[in-house]
């Protein structure tokens, strides 16, 4: 497994965030994630927020305000989400003082390069529902592309290979190879599972331990139940697993506990990870 120092904190309606220090990305901007990160947010420069409930936007403002100094901080949003357009006008005239940062509206499959090799996609999924082509609501991928030497190549010494990169070019010798590092699922209900292939790290959200939960649409949107999400992760066979998001009603023990029953039924072998209710993990995958 790509091993990846992931901070983070998601309780359902409260506040969700989860920092990539490495990368400086920060997946979902709620309330509290500045107070929490400290001097560690001025690492982040790449901010990807999934949708506009307030419990994924609510800390926006103060990370730009202690942060944007250096007016280098990116904002991505969901394209047809009206609210980023107010936020950024608010913010630049509530804090003058602050350069302005880059806001970027991002479609579904829209990938952004974050240095050399290293992107984020991000793509659409069901948690507000709306017709196929508005965008209101995303999930991102983390990944590397990289380029390998075309298996007809193989065997060929160096010298050559410089040669037939001279005369043909990268494109002929050479094919290109993604790499998952991270998925985050944001807020979505369990559907197709072929999103999350090849996946290295996958955080998902699992809001509800049993039906119940879901029924609440116009309060929570479309949402995760904690074994749908299990037996998804059984065919998708992540490295890892981290569970976030959670209902604030179950206490800790509960949500271990049920985690497990289904870990067992599905023979589930990865490690998996928690993101309690209430709680900011510092250390997620216990690096
Ligand atoms: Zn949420």
Redesign the pocket.
């Known amino acids: 497994m790509q091993q990846i120092k992931l901070t983070g904190f998601s309780t ?2 409260f506040s ?1 965030w989860y920092f990539l220090e490495e990368y400086g990305i920060l997946f979902d901007a709620g309330d509290g994630v500045t107070a929490h990160l400290l001097q560690k947010a001025g690492k982040i420069r790449h901010i990807f927020i999934s949708h506009a ?1 307030r ?2 936007i609510t800390g926006l403002l103060q990370l730009l305000q202690l942060n944007g100094h250096a007016g280098n901080l990116r904002v991505y949003y969901p394209k047809d989400s009206g609210s980023f357009p107010y936020l950024k006008d608010f913010s630049e005239k509530f804090d003058p003082h602050v350069p302005p940062s880059t806001w970027i509206p991002l479609d579904d499959e829209t990938e952004i390069e974050i240095k050399q090799n290293l992107f984020v996609r991000a793509f659409r999924n069901e948690h507000i529902p709306v017709e196929q082509h508005i965008i209101k609501s995303l999930s991102f991928e983390l990944f590397r592309r990289k380029r390998k030497l075309k298996a007809e190549f193989q065997g060929r010494s160096g010298k050559e290979i410089e040669q037939l990169r001279h005369q043909h070019g990268q494109e002929y010798i050479t094919y290109s190879l993604k790499e998952n590092l991270l998925f985050y699922s944001a ?1 979505t209900p369990v559907d197709d599972y072929s999103k999350w292939e090849n996946a290295n790290i996958l955080i998902h959200e699992a809001t509800f331990l049993n039906q119940e939960g879901v029924l609440d649409l116009a309060k929570f949107g479309k949402h995760s139940v904690l074994k749908n999400v299990l037996k998804m992760a059984a065919e998708v066979q992540p490295k890892a697993l981290v569970l976030g ?1 959670f209902s604030k009603r179950y206490s800790d023990e509960i949500i271990i506990e049920e985690t497990q029953k289904w870990v067992e039924e599905y023979q589930l072998q990865f490690p998996i990870y928690w993101v309690l209710p209430g709680k900011v993990n510092y250390n997620i995958l216990q690096l």
Do not use: P
């Open positions: 359902a309606l969700s409930d419990d994924h807020d998001h």
